[in-house]
């Protein structure tokens, strides 16, 4: 089953605007990851947030947690068109030993 | 360094038929992980495995079994397959035993059942 449920699930957006995507979850977690996957191919680690984490920065990326609300948000600053993928959220459950993926937005950046 | 490494690339099977997928860690890393991904979903945990030993099972049949060698490659075993097992199968490694480790995926299997 899937615990994060990324919204929107696709995203069309012009070069050199910003991105964001949601996700929320059900359970309690220990942290909350985003990664990135080109065309069906293998995963990418973009960034780990903390359950006790509510914003951190990666380069162009910005993740904020609120755990109050199970819910977390990418935001990706001036958009390239080497952005273009699907963006996943990972949950690791308190309590479970597994990471669990949402069902992932796709961005398209055009040109 | 080289990464996460999986084979084969590409796999056709029939229905019935059993399958072996492989995967090398990261050198250093201890821990490989099993994920399923059904076209146009998100990867589904299958398995871990921390120095030899699973650690975690997610909610996939018995026809599903993994291994961990001494030199902590891994093999995914899928016996009797079905049309539902055609997929992506990506191995993940990372250095500790919890998932909350950042995992490094592979490329991936792509599995088709005809």
């Known amino acids: 089953s899937q615990q994060g449920e990324e919204d929107p699930q696709a995203l069309s957006i012009q070069e050199g605007e910003n991105a964001t995507m949601n996700c929320s979850y059900k359970?309690?977690?220990?942290?909350l990851q985003w990664y990135r996957q080109n065309s069906g191919r293998g995963l990418v680690h973009l960034i780990l947030?903390?359950?006790?984490?509510r914003e951190k920065h990666s380069g162009r990326l910005r993740v904020t947690l609120d755990t109050s609300k199970k819910s977390s948000s990418l935001l990706i600053t001036a958009s390239r068109a080497a952005d273009t993928a699907s963006y996943f959220c990972?949950?690791?459950?308190?309590?479970?030993?597994?990471?669990?993926f949402g069902s992932g937005t796709r961005l398209q950046v055009q040109p | 360094d080289a990464g996460v490494t999986q084979s084969p690339t590409h796999l056709i099977k029939t229905r019935g038929q059993h399958v072996t997928l492989r995967c090398s860690p990261i050198s250093g890393h201890k821990s490989v992980s099993w994920y399923q991904q059904v076209l146009g979903q998100g990867p589904q945990f299958i398995f871990q495995?921390?120095?030899?030993?699973?650690?975690g099972r997610g909610n996939f049949p018995d026809r599903f079994s993994a291994r961990q060698f001494p030199n902590y490659s891994s093999e995914l075993n899928v016996n009797a397959l079905l049309l539902g097992d055609s997929a992506l199968y990506l191995c993940?490694?990372?250095?500790?035993?919890?998932?909350?480790?950042?995992?490094?995926f592979g490329p991936g299997t792509r599995l088709t059942v005809t």
């Open positions: 359970t309690s977690i220990n942290n």
């Open positions: 947030i903390r359950s006790n984490e």
């Open positions: 495995y921390y120095e030899k030993e699973e650690r």
């Open positions: 993940a490694s990372s250095l500790g035993g919890l998932v909350s480790y950042e995992q490094y």
């Open positions: 990972a949950t690791d459950p308190v309590n479970r030993r597994a990471l669990t």
